[in-house]
Every structure is written in structure tokens, then in C-alpha cells.
């Protein structure tokens, strides 16, 4: 089953824009990721935040993380055709056998030249 | 840089028929994970490992699927008999002990078509 929900399903920018998604989800969480999925291909892990950290910043990316309205939003800042994928948000909860990630349903974004 | 192998990349298969994929998880890596991802979805995990244990197959339709990593290395997936609904791609993520937020990171995938 799917926790999060991502919005945008679909964003279409032009190169040198920034692009935010959005992701909602519905139980409480320790973590959350995003990943990002090039075309039939597998998942690169993009930036993590813990439940206790509002935002954080890896080189153009910009996440923040808002536990009391359970959401989360990716920012990507100076777009660039590369970055176009699809990107997942993943809620992790901490267990027994490890953190076990729930994705979202992602948003597919398109960086046009 | 250390990469999750996995193959084949791509797989056809009939329904009723019996097919298998294989993971190579990051070197040292002591948790892995099969996800299957149905296309427009996000993944969902399938089964977990700690080293050769299962610690997660709540998620695994275990009638038909099932999972090993004999010597806590790689893995093997095995789907008996294969349905039309198990069209997907199957990937396969490594972490290094599996505590605490640790990164997973993600094989190429495996796509499979039954027809």
C-alpha cells in the first residue's frame, strides 16, 4: 500500500525554473527520503530528513519536512533537462528489522530546453 | 563507485511458467530488499533481509513467491507460477546493517512481462 502522495503527478518546467513536489502522508514517521527514478531505471537516493528536522540542503535540492500536517516538499532550484525523472518520496519507520521505507506514488517531471 | 547488480535486465515469460531474478547487493552490505514497482506506482517492498534472515515478508504472496540469500550475499527471487497481474519491475536495494536511517541504494531492476 502506498503512504505518501505526491503533488504534482506531472510538472512541466522550463530549464533554469525551480520545481517543487509536494508529498502528504498519513501515519507518523521517523524519516523521509526522495529518490529519483530516471526513465525504466532504478532509484537513486536524492536527501534524507529526520522527524526532527525541518529542512535540509543538498547542492540545488531543498527539502522541508512538517510533521504536524505530514508533509513534505522538494525543491529543486536552476532546473536543468537532466533532472527530468520521477521523483518518490519514501516515509520511513523505524523497526525491529531495520527502517522500512513506504513509498509514494511520485511526480514526473519534465525539464524542457 | 559499488553498484546492486541484478539480472536480467528484462524477462518474458508465459503465465504458469516459473521465473527467477538475481541480486548482488553492495559489498558488505548486511540488509536487502526486493521492491516491486507496477508502472505509474511507487515501489512496495516484497521481502527484507538481515544477512540470511527474513525479517520482513509481510508483503510477499507467499503462494506463489519466495526469497533466499543462503549465505547472506546474494539473493534469489522466485516467482511459481508467474500471472499476468506479476507484470512489473522488480528491484533490488542493499543497505549496510539495516539500523537506524541508513541509505538504500538500488539495483538497475528487473522488468518483467508475462503474457
Known amino acids: 500500500s502506498q503512504q505518501g502522495e505526491e503533488d504534482p503527478q506531472a510538472l512541466s518546467i522550463q530549464e533554469g525554473e525551480n520545481a517543487t513536489m509536494n508529498c502528504s502522508y498519513k501515519?507518523?514517521?521517523?524519516?523521509l527520503q526522495w529518490y529519483r527514478q530516471n526513465s525504466g531505471r532504478g532509484l537513486v537516493h536524492l536527501i534524507l530528513?529526520?522527524?526532527?528536522?525541518r529542512e535540509k540542503h543538498s547542492g540545488r535540492l531543498r527539502v522541508t519536512l512538517d510533521t504536524s500536517k505530514k508533509s513534505s516538499s522538494l525543491l529543486i532550484t536552476a532546473s536543468r533537462a537532466a533532472d527530468t525523472a520521477s521523483y518518490f518520496c519514501?516515509?520511513?519507520?523505524?523497526?525491529?528489522?531495520?527502517?522500512?521505507?513506504?513509498f509514494g506514488t511520485g511526480t514526473q517531471l519534465k525539464v524542457e530546453l | 563507485e559499488a553498484e546492486v547488480a541484478q539480472s536480467p535486465r528484462y524477462k518474458i515469460t508465459e503465465k504458469s511458467q516459473a521465473v527467477a531474478f538475481w541480486c548482488d547487493p553492495i559489498?558488505?552490505?548486511?540488509?536487502l530488499y526486493w521492491y516491486r514497482q507496477i508502472l505509474g506506482q511507487g515501489p512496495e517492498l516484497l521481502v527484507q533481509?538481515?544477512?540470511?534472515?527474513?525479517?520482513?515478508d509481510s508483503q510477499l504472496p507467499k503462494d506463489r513467491f519466495s526469497a533466499e540469500r543462503l549465505k547472506g550475499v546474494d539473493s534469489t527471487l522466485k516467482i511459481q507460477p508467474a500471472e499476468l497481474g506479476d507484470s512489473a519491475m522488480y528491484l533490488c536495494?542493499?543497505?549496510?546493517?539495516?539500523?537506524?536511517?541508513?541509505?538504500?541504494?538500488f539495483g538497475p531492476g528487473t522488468r518483467l512481462t508475462v503474457l
Open positions: 559489498s558488505g552490505h548486511a540488509t
Open positions: 501515519t507518523s514517521i521517523n524519516n
Open positions: 519514501a516515509t520511513g519507520v523505524l523497526t525491529g528489522g531495520g527502517n522500512k521505507l513506504t
Open positions: 530528513i529526520r522527524s526532527n528536522e
Open positions: 533481509f538481515q544477512d540470511e534472515s527474513v525479517v520482513d
Open positions: 536495494a542493499s543497505s549496510l546493517a539495516g539500523q537506524g536511517a541508513d541509505t538504500q541504494y
